[in-house]
């Protein structure tokens, strides 16, 4: 019997004891979501693919050798065809040549192999400014990666407030609802002792249906919080969310000019900016080497046989050779094609300077826009909690007055109205402070 008990409480409570979570605080939900972003492992691969290009950028300053593996086999083998020394007269005095001699030449089975070594000398910097691009491309993946970091903590503190604020809105709702309930009491009794009409009491029932709306809302609000939450964590959408953290203001002391300094100076997106700057100036540079004279060094290397082994033939018995070239290569005229390109480079130049002092501007207009919000939510914090202590002693006062009839139902709906909105007023208010904080920092640049 004790055992059937056990299992029916295993299968009962088995669902809620798979997806109990231990509470987390907010560092270490950041670790987590950083550690399992399948977009944070996408721009590390990029990263090294970036690499790959890089080290396959400075390869091309080493010499290339490359191999050629032939075989031929003929028709028939070649031969070499001999008038004989002599040959008949006839009248009129010419010489006619009666026979003629062959001797063969060769065999029907050729073999080649041949390697050729080629080393660049000069390429007019095309070569140097390749190999600066791609390590400039590998820069790049850095700082995109940094920048989906900071997009993704910058998620996950919106998400963790997000939960916590809707935790606190649903407690806002059931409070109204108890107190409602509370109410809905004594105006039950004072109906039925004939103290009030029957609209007074219709009027409340309404507005506990109302309060009970509201606390369904303020629930599934909360679901949707916690699934958001979890997906950035990649965890299960049903999973349990218990987090450490409570809803405070926390102090900021930084400066404006300050804040803005320090986003010029971190911001990810600024580098990157410059960087295509000093690409575009690479690109622009490769293209003019197509300008100038391509110069390299050419090694050949040729045995030839008429067996597998390319070991020479009895026609052949020079086995193998070998030459070395210099050659110098240089386009003189294509019709502008090659320099129209390197113009059309140096107009991207020109543009990446454009951008670059596009993003500082908006850079400079996003942090002085995320500083005052911050300033705007600590000062909605100030007067939050003025009018949530106002509100709360509007409806003690009312309440007391109620129970002695001194006043209505309607004042003190309207009193438990007004403390509701300053309760999500206040805490709202917080979640916005902490919010606006993380949004500051990702507009400087850093992590914490």
Same mark, same amino acid.
């Given at each position: 019997?004790?055992? $059937?008990? /056990?299992?029916?409480?295993?299968?009962?409570?088995?669902?809620?004891?798979?997806?109990?979570?231990?509470?987390?605080?907010?560092?270490?939900?950041?670790?987590?979501?950083?550690?399992?972003?399948?977009?944070?492992?996408?721009? $590390?691969?990029?990263?090294?693919?970036?690499?790959?290009?890089?080290?396959?950028?400075?390869?091309?300053?080493?010499?290339?050798? %490359?191999?050629?593996?032939?075989?031929?086999?003929?028709?028939?083998? #070649?031969?070499?065809?001999?008038?004989?020394?002599?040959?008949?007269?006839? #009248?009129?005095?010419?010489?006619?040549?009666? %026979?003629?001699?062959?001797?063969?030449?060769?065999?029907?089975?050729?073999?080649?192999?041949?390697?050729?070594?080629?080393? #660049?000398?000069?390429?007019?910097?095309?070569?140097?400014?390749?190999?600066?691009?791609?390590?400039?491309?590998?820069?790049?993946?850095?700082?995109?990666?940094?920048?989906?970091?900071?997009?993704?903590?910058?998620?996950?503190?919106?998400?963790?407030?997000?939960?916590?604020?809707?935790?606190?809105?649903?407690?806002?709702?059931?409070?109204?609802?108890?107190?409602?309930?509370?109410?809905?009491?004594?105006?039950?009794?004072?109906?039925?002792?004939?103290?009030?009409?029957?609209?007074?009491?219709?009027?409340?029932?309404?507005?506990?249906?109302?309060?009970?709306?509201?606390?369904?809302?303020?629930?599934?609000?909360?679901?949707?919080?916690?699934?958001?939450?979890?997906?950035?964590?990649?965890?299960?959408?049903?999973?349990?969310?218990?987090?450490?953290?409570?809803?405070?203001?926390?102090p900021f002391e930084g400066s404006l000019q300050g804040c803005i300094h320090l986003a010029l100076e971190k911001r990810p997106e600024v580098k990157l900016a410059r960087l295509a700057v000093e690409a575009a100036r690479r690109e622009a540079k490769v293209a003019l080497?197509?300008?100038?004279?391509?110069?390299?060094?050419?090694?050949?290397?040729?045995r030839q046989g008429d067996d597998p082994s390319v070991s020479g033939s009895p026609y052949n018995p020079d086995e193998d050779s070998w030459n070395v070239m210099a050659v110098a290569q240089w386009r003189i005229w294509d019709f502008g094609e090659t320099y129209f390109?390197?113009?059309?480079?140096?107009?991207?130049?020109?543009?990446?300077?454009?951008?670059?002092?596009?993003?500082? %501007?908006?850079?400079?207009?996003?942090?002085?826009?995320?500083?005052?919000?911050? /300033?705007?939510?600590?000062?909605?914090?100030?007067?939050?909690?003025?009018?949530?202590?106002?509100?709360?002693?509007?409806?003690?006062?009312?309440?007391?007055?109620?129970?002695?009839?001194?006043?209505?139902?309607?004042?003190?709906?309207?009193?438990?109205?007004?403390?509701?909105?300053?309760?999500?007023?206040? /805490?709202?208010?917080?979640? %916005?402070?902490?919010?606006?904080?993380?949004?500051?920092?990702?507009?400087?640049?850093?992590?914490?």
């Amino acid at each position: 019997m004790k055992g $059937r008990l /056990w299992m029916s409480f295993l299968l009962l409570f088995f669902p809620f004891l798979l997806f109990a979570q231990e509470p987390i605080g907010l560092e270490e939900a950041i670790e987590l979501a950083l550690k399992r972003s399948p977009s944070l492992r996408a721009q $590390r691969q990029a990263i090294q693919e970036a690499e790959y290009q890089r080290k396959a950028a400075l390869a091309r300053f080493f010499p290339k050798v %490359d191999t050629t593996y032939t075989y031929i086999r003929l028709d028939e083998a #070649p031969k070499a065809v001999i008038p004989p020394l002599t040959g008949k007269t006839i #009248p009129g005095g010419e010489l006619v040549v009666t %026979d003629y001699f062959s001797r063969k030449a060769g065999t029907r089975d050729n073999y080649s192999l041949e390697v050729t070594v080629t080393q #660049p000398l000069y390429t007019g910097g095309a070569l140097r400014n390749g190999y600066l691009l791609a390590k400039l491309g590998v820069d790049k993946a850095r700082l995109e990666y940094e920048t989906a970091r900071l997009d993704l903590i910058l998620k996950v503190k919106e998400a963790y407030y997000g939960v916590l604020v809707a935790k606190k809105m649903v407690e806002v709702a059931q409070k109204a609802l108890d107190a409602l309930r509370e109410h809905h009491r004594i105006a039950q009794a004072f109906f039925e002792q004939g103290m009030i009409p029957k609209n007074d009491l219709l009027q409340v029932e309404v507005e506990l249906a109302q309060r009970e709306k509201d606390l369904i809302s303020a629930q599934k609000g909360l679901e949707v919080a916690k699934a958001y939450f979890n997906t950035l964590l990649r965890n299960p959408l049903e999973q349990g969310v218990v987090l450490k953290e409570r809803l405070v203001k926390v102090p900021f002391e930084g400066s404006l000019q300050g804040c803005i300094h320090l986003a010029l100076e971190k911001r990810p997106e600024v580098k990157l900016a410059r960087l295509a700057v000093e690409a575009a100036r690479r690109e622009a540079k490769v293209a003019l080497s197509g300008l100038l004279p391509q110069i390299s060094l050419v090694f050949n290397y040729e045995r030839q046989g008429d067996d597998p082994s390319v070991s020479g033939s009895p026609y052949n018995p020079d086995e193998d050779s070998w030459n070395v070239m210099a050659v110098a290569q240089w386009r003189i005229w294509d019709f502008g094609e090659t320099y129209f390109g390197y113009k059309g480079k140096e107009a991207r130049v020109l543009k990446a300077e454009h951008t670059l002092r596009e993003i500082l %501007d908006n850079i400079r207009l996003e942090v002085k826009e995320a500083y005052l919000a911050l /300033w705007e939510a600590e000062k909605a914090i100030e007067v939050s909690e003025k009018v949530l202590e106002q509100a709360e002693e509007n409806f003690r006062a009312n309440e007391e007055r109620y129970r002695v009839q001194v006043a209505t139902s309607s004042d003190v709906l309207d009193a438990l109205a007004m403390l509701t909105r300053a309760r999500a007023n206040y /805490w709202t208010s917080l979640a %916005d402070h902490n919010i606006a904080l993380a949004r500051l920092k990702r507009a400087m640049g850093v992590e914490r």
